[in-house]
């Protein structure tokens, strides 16, 4: 394929690729009167009004701040308990060891509806419903076992005679792991966080059943602009733009690692 006809067509791609977002940020602008009376390919009169809405309606911002604080804690979370797993399987042999490896991603598999019922029996029984705890460690289901796949593929890339170089000058093991260790895989625990953020993110059965008001996140408000006249599109489009801006930064920040990150570490 030539050059310019292979440039012609990626552009195409990515334009198809980009036009929901444009479309998106092209309703944000307009009021929703103005979005159900004519169809324009961009806003003639652009206003801020659904994000200034949002900015200061409590019942919109929280649920921004609320989806901030449990995918933090989630993310946090995952990565403590991940990391030494995964140090554990890269350099340790053990029985089962494989079989429990494999066993761990399967978990990420199972669809969230089946362990739904069992998370809300258990965190009714101990008051945790409506608390950022209850979704932040529901998340942690699902995530811990894709950050330990991540995070041991990068460790296995680490030679294991810099452990043993290291235990000989007297570093004791807490000591390595987090002085040195870590240190020689940031870039697989940057991008092991970003897949803990994104996931916990944009997920919303466990988010939306597992909270009530307190801990709200907003793809769960999303889903309540329905008001007297009719779905609030200019607002909800709003919403859409500021919930990809958190996504867009985090790519921004670990792009160079998107890569191994996508083959579990293994590339």
């Known amino acids: 394929m030539k050059p310019k006809k292979r440039t012609i067509l990626l552009a195409f791609y990515f334009g198809l690729l980009f036009l929901p977002i444009y479309w998106m940020l092209n309703m944000s602008l307009r009021t929703n009167a103005d979005i159900l009376s004519v169809l324009t390919l961009y806003p003639t009169d652009p206003t801020l009004v659904n994000y200034i809405k949002i900015f200061t309606d409590p019942s919109w911002y929280s649920g921004y701040i609320n989806s901030m604080i449990y995918v933090a804690m989630n993310t946090t979370i ?22 429990i490896f494999f066993w761990l991603l399967t978990n990420r598999m199972a669809p969230a509806a089946v362990f739904l019922l069992p998370f809300f029996q258990l965190y009714s029984t101990l008051g945790l419903i409506d608390t950022h705890i209850a979704v932040a460690m529901a ?6 076992p894709l950050a330990v796949w ?25 000591r390595f792991f987090i002085t040195v260790f870590i240190p020689l895989i940031r870039a697989g625990v940057g ?9 916990s993110w944009v997920e919303l059965l466990f988010a939306r059943t597992l909270t009530v ?17 009719g779905l609030d599109w200019g607002l909800m489009a709003a919403a859409g733009v500021l919930t990809i801006v958190p996504g867009a930064l985090v790519i921004w920040f ?12 293994r590339v």
């Open 78 to 99: 995952s990565l403590t308990v991940a990391l030494p797993a995964a140090y554990a399987f890269s350099r340790y042999r053990f029985v089962g060891d494989k079989q």
């Open 139 to 144: 998340h942690c289901l699902f995530n811990v």
């Open 191 to 199: 991008v092991t966080a970003f897949f803990c953020f994104m996931f």
């Open 150 to 174: 991540i995070l041991e593929g990068f460790m296995s890339g680490i030679p294991r005679e810099i452990d043993e170089t290291a235990f000989i000058d007297g570093y004791s093991l807490p």
């Open 254 to 265: 670990v792009r160079n690692h998107m890569a191994k990150g996508f083959a579990l570490g």
């Open 213 to 229: 008001t307190d801990a709200k996140p907003i793809g769960a408000i999303m889903t309540r602009t329905i008001s007297a006249t």
